[in-house]
């Protein structure tokens, strides 16, 4: 069972990471072509951060509580349908229809979380190192296909790369539904076993090792994140670049990342 875990926990997250690779680089163009800023791609991209950041701890002790293969499969079809909407924001041009996309994807974006559990469920010791590993590889792997291919796709039309992103997050699902099995085993205890503890993110914080990591994350996402708002529009200013070569460059980001 492990091998088939670990097989599948990288090809969900593989899948994944091209589908937000396809979308992200080329937001900001979305957001001009439907009238809006530079600072409504910030607050898009905020948005769903903010949603992210409230659902994923609920989607975490969920899959405590009932298991990683159910939180993955609803993650997956919450990016399936948001990228559907995102589709039918970028064909009928409305920016309200993005937002909406942008939080659906942001309150079911759990899977990660859920795929690195299920990679501790079934290893231990050197493996869970290299079963992490394999989390990232296919992090990086999907962040240097995804913008490429989106920027290759995006002159068919404009809802091209949305769809490309909701067929690759769909086929996962379908993967998981059928092939992945579940990894978290329910004893009897389970059923008594609070679901959170509210003392938690208190002690995460008066501890200094778990306070150090969570700060370097927090460092480290701003400047993702300020990456992903900023790079594409200072692109096309400065230099008039468009969607392909925004989305080589978010390839070699990545590709460098790896």
Sequence with gaps: MKSRVLFFVFATVLLDMVGFGIVIPLLPFYVQSMGGSAEVVGLLLGTFAFTQMIATPILGRLSDRYGRRPVILASLAGNTLAMLIFAAAAEQAWLPL????????????????????????VT??????AGMGRVGAGIGLGLVIGPVLGSTISHLHPNAPPLAAAFFAFTDLLG???????????????????????????????????LAVMVIYFLTFICMTNVQVSLTLLADARLGWKATEVGHLFGLYGLMAL
């Design 124 to 129: 231990t010791g050197a493996e869970r190192a």
């Design 176 to 210: 998981v539904y059928f092939l992945m099995p579940e990894t978290r085993v329910w004893t009897p205890a389970d059923a008594t076993t609070p679901v959170a503890d509210r003392r938690s993110l208190r002690r995460a914080l008066v501890a200094p090792p778990i």
């Design 98 to 121: 993005l937002f909406a996309s942008r939080i659906l994807a942001g309150a079911t974006a759990g899977n990660l979380g859920a795929c690195q559990a299920a990679v501790a469920d």
